[in-house]
């Protein structure tokens, strides 16, 4: 299966990557539904929500600064980097839809990417909506002294504010039960429709609607093929479904050098 899948991919115009927390496993960052997922004894799923920052703002921005500087210390590892250097090669379009909010695509030099769940380094003003790039893994600063635990010092919090209309900065992700901007959904639409193949990388397959994105190209003949070391939901309906990880097949697929640290 894996020549078939090399072969699709080496003859396409046009490849489109829909990518989940499995590709950035290798590099360290936690899947969400794997373990690893709890901060101070809470699901992350539970802190990520307009919910929680409601009621307790200070605790959801120690939950993102900690991810902030968990994130920080990953480096891209082999599939984001074979990701960027074959767009880079510019033998086809490679457009990168991603779920995951770590910024290692960015980081590995993908340029066409659309942020379906936003980036932990943008922080958005939670009353006029103003968005900026914050790359400072210490940020919000503390108030008090750094606990002995680096990654999560008890110290709380300063709470980050609007410079233009003084109301509380959140941080620039999609939480549980925020609909995705309109404008992401129509540019990873777009770009699916455009594609001959479409790789759907290290996703559970279970959250909407990026789960279903890759139904608009089966919907239109497009080959689609899955890489995941687990089967998941969408494994039997795709063309082509390869057990490994990202890091092993990605580099294989795209023909692209292996790098070390990947
Ligand atoms: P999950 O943690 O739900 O799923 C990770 C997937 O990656 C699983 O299917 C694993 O089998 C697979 N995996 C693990 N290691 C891998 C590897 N080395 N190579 C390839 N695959 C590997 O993460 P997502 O599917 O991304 O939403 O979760 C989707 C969304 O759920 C997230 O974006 C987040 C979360 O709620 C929001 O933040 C809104």
């Given at each position: 299966m894996i020549e078939r899948a090399r072969a699709l991919v080496q003859q396409s115009r046009a490849i489109v990557a829909i990518t989940g927390a499995g590709i950035s496993a290798e590099s360290g960052v936690p899947t969400f539904r794997g373990e690893g997922g709890l901060f101070r004894g809470r699901d992350g799923r539970e802190l990520a929500t307009p919910e929680a920052f409601a009621e307790d703002p200070g605790l959801v921005w120690s939950f993102y600064r900690w991810r902030r500087r968990v994130v920080a210390r990953c480096e891209p590892n082999a599939?984001?980097?074979a990701l960027?250097?074959?767009?880079?090669?510019?033998?086809?379009?490679?457009?990168?839809i991603t779920q995951n909010v770590d910024g290692l695509h960015h980081r590995a030099g993908s340029r066409w990417i659309v942020?379906?769940?936003g980036d932990l380094f943008v922080i958005r003003c939670s009353g006029c909506g103003?968005?900026?790039?914050?790359?400072?893994?210490?940020?919000?600063p503390l108030e008090g002294r750094a606990s002995a635990d680096p990654d999560d010092p008890e110290g709380s919090v300063i709470l980050p504010r609007c410079e233009r209309c003084d109301a509380l900065e959140r941080p620039g992700v999609v939480w549980f039960g925020e609909s995705l901007g309109n404008r992401v959904?129509?540019?990873a639409w777009a770009a699916t429709k455009r594609a001959n193949v479409v790789l759907v990388v290290g996703t559970s397959a279970v959250v909407q609607p990026a789960a279903s994105i890759y139904r608009v190209a089966r919907a239109r003949g497009t080959t689609v093929i899955?890489?995941?070391?687990?089967?998941?939901p969408i494994s039997e309906d795709v063309d082509i479904s390869l057990r490994g990880t990202a890091g092993a097949i990605l580099p294989d697929l795209l023909g692209a050098r292996r790098s070390e640290g990947g």
């Amino acid at each position: 299966m894996i020549e078939r899948a090399r072969a699709l991919v080496q003859q396409s115009r046009a490849i489109v990557a829909i990518t989940g927390a499995g590709i950035s496993a290798e590099s360290g960052v936690p899947t969400f539904r794997g373990e690893g997922g709890l901060f101070r004894g809470r699901d992350g799923r539970e802190l990520a929500t307009p919910e929680a920052f409601a009621e307790d703002p200070g605790l959801v921005w120690s939950f993102y600064r900690w991810r902030r500087r968990v994130v920080a210390r990953c480096e891209p590892n082999a599939a984001h980097l074979a990701l960027a250097e074959a767009e880079d090669a510019g033998r086809c379009e490679v457009t990168v839809i991603t779920q995951n909010v770590d910024g290692l695509h960015h980081r590995a030099g993908s340029r066409w990417i659309v942020a379906l769940h936003g980036d932990l380094f943008v922080i958005r003003c939670s009353g006029c909506g103003r968005e900026r790039h914050d790359p400072d893994p210490d940020w919000p600063p503390l108030e008090g002294r750094a606990s002995a635990d680096p990654d999560d010092p008890e110290g709380s919090v300063i709470l980050p504010r609007c410079e233009r209309c003084d109301a509380l900065e959140r941080p620039g992700v999609v939480w549980f039960g925020e609909s995705l901007g309109n404008r992401v959904l129509e540019d990873a639409w777009a770009a699916t429709k455009r594609a001959n193949v479409v790789l759907v990388v290290g996703t559970s397959a279970v959250v909407q609607p990026a789960a279903s994105i890759y139904r608009v190209a089966r919907a239109r003949g497009t080959t689609v093929i899955e890489v995941n070391p687990e089967s998941t939901p969408i494994s039997e309906d795709v063309d082509i479904s390869l057990r490994g990880t990202a890091g092993a097949i990605l580099p294989d697929l795209l023909g692209a050098r292996r790098s070390e640290g990947g």
